[in-house]
């Protein structure tokens, strides 16, 4: 299929449009949270393979990128594969031993594999980590009801900031553990706040597939294109941020809160969400301030 020609003029603006965002930001940390939900029900292969672009891009124009990735509809879909049934508590998946095992096989072994492998097609460029190497991530249990679903209680950012000054893409799935070497399924949007924060990064963006927080959880035409953190709060509290969103707030309102300047919220399944976010004047999704 033969793409549109542009005109030479249009993408001259386009480019001029860039330059200003591509100054600001070279230099600057971004954690980006791409949801598993991002890459589930459409052509898998096109959304990493679009999604890695927007990194190496990121990464060509001077901004460091750090990549943490969920993957539950993938986890859902090998339990049921396998004949195991998912129970939920409170928006939150009971994780006995063999869920653990299931998780971390989808995460750390396919997940995190396929997004490196879509990077690395640009160069070696990018390297997939879990919250258990070089103890990335602490954590503890959530609840005794929930099993091995975790809280993050420390970040040690020293493997990352490492691979950042080298030039590397850190890549990074959500299982994390205790001090004896327990690991722990963790919510990624949690996982993408504490990390944001540890790093003392630019911007959190979330990646997921709705186009932002909605002022009417019922209304799809009420996104709002910007919020201040503390109505965050508000939201919660009234339900106006419900279910997934839940988590997704909480990490952006702890993460400006510890220092990080922007949070966003953006629909990952349209195609360079990230580059016309970051580098756009009209962007797209939320973005929430302090």
């Known amino acids: 299929m033969i793409s549109a020609r542009r005109e030479p003029a249009q993408v001259a603006e386009l480019l001029i449009e860039a330059l200003p965002y591509i100054r600001r930001f070279s230099g600057n940390v971004m954690v980006i949270k791409y949801g598993g939900n991002a890459l589930a029900g459409g052509d898998e292969a096109a959304a990493l393979a679009s999604f890695a672009e927007d990194i190496v891009l990121l990464q060509a124009v001077g901004i460091l990128p750090v990549v943490v990735h969920g993957g539950g509809p993938q986890i859902a879909d090998l339990l049921e594969r396998v004949g195991k049934e998912t129970v939920f508590k409170d928006g939150l998946r009971v994780t006995d031993a063999e869920t653990l095992d299931v998780a971390r096989m989808v995460l750390v072994g396919k997940v995190n594999s396929d997004i490196v492998g879509a990077m690395n097609v640009h160069g070696p460029i990018a390297v997939g980590l879990s919250g258990v190497d070089a103890n990335l991530i602490r954590a503890d249990v959530r609840s005794e009801d929930l099993g091995f679903v975790g809280n993050v209680t420390s970040v040690n950012p020293t493997i990352i900031q490492r691979l950042v000054a080298q030039g590397i893409v850190p890549v990074v799935a959500t299982i994390g553990s205790d001090a004896a070497g327990q690991s722990y399924n963790i919510n990624a949007d949690t996982v993408a706040g504490a990390i944001a924060a540890a790093l003392g ?51 952006c309102a702890f993460a400006i809160r510890a220092g990080v300047e922007r949070a966003h919220i953006l629909d990952g399944t349209v195609g360079h969400a990230l580059l016309v976010e970051l580098f756009t004047d009209s962007g797209l999704g939320t973005m929430v301030t302090p």
């Open 201 to 251: 990064a630019a911007k959190l963006i979330f990646l997921t597939d709705v186009p932002g927080l909605r002022a009417d959880p019922s209304d799809p035409g009420s996104v709002l294109e910007q919020v201040e953190v503390d109505r965050l709060d508000q939201m919660v509290r009234e339900g106006t941020a419900a279910g997934g969103m839940v988590p997704k707030v909480e990490a």
